[in-house]
């Protein structure tokens, strides 16, 4: 996943669902909006918008329709709905995020078998399965 990429579907969901951004989700707008605004100035900031919109499971949800997925997404276009019936079986990686023990370095994964990096991109070694 490209930073482009996470930026664009954060700006996308925060576009089109105002219903995710009010009373508890208040407060992750306005950090998306800082975010969003650091991401037109040029930062990378794609990291800490995957983490917040995936601390919700509401914008996670919006987040992972959006972003393009492997190889797989141009092979086989799932039917619509396929989601929801997944999510009566519950989500197998739901939750799951691995961290950095040196720093917030953190990567939530979107789907059972995705790759997950092999350490912090910062150099301090191997991230840990924290949930
Ligand atoms: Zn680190």
């Known amino acids: 996943m490209r930073d482009e990429e996470i930026v664009a579907a954060a700006r ?3 576009a089109e ?3 995710l951004w009010v009373g508890d ?3 992750r707008a306005a950090e998306v909006d800082a975010l969003l605004r650091c991401a037109a100035n040029g930062q990378r ?3 800490r918008i995957l983490a917040l919109l995936t601390s919700d499971s509401a914008t996670r949800r919006e987040l992972r329709r959006r972003l393009p997925r492997e190889e797989d997404t141009y092979r086989q276009a799932p039917p619509l709905g396929s989601y929801s019936a ?3 079986h519950g989500d197998p990686s739901k939750g799951v995020v691995y961290r950095c023990s040196v720093c917030d370095y953190s990567y939530p994964l979107f789907e059972v078998g995705e ?3 092999e350490g912090c991109p910062d ?3 191997p991230l840990v ?3």
């Open 12 to 14: 996308a969901i925060r």
């Open 17 to 19: 669902l105002p219903e």
């Open 25 to 27: 989700g208040a407060a």
């Open 45 to 47: 900031v794609g990291d």
């Open 86 to 88: 997944l999510a009566g």
């Open 115 to 117: 790759p997950v990096p």
């Open 123 to 125: 150099g301090h070694g």
């Open 129 to 131: 399965r924290v949930v």
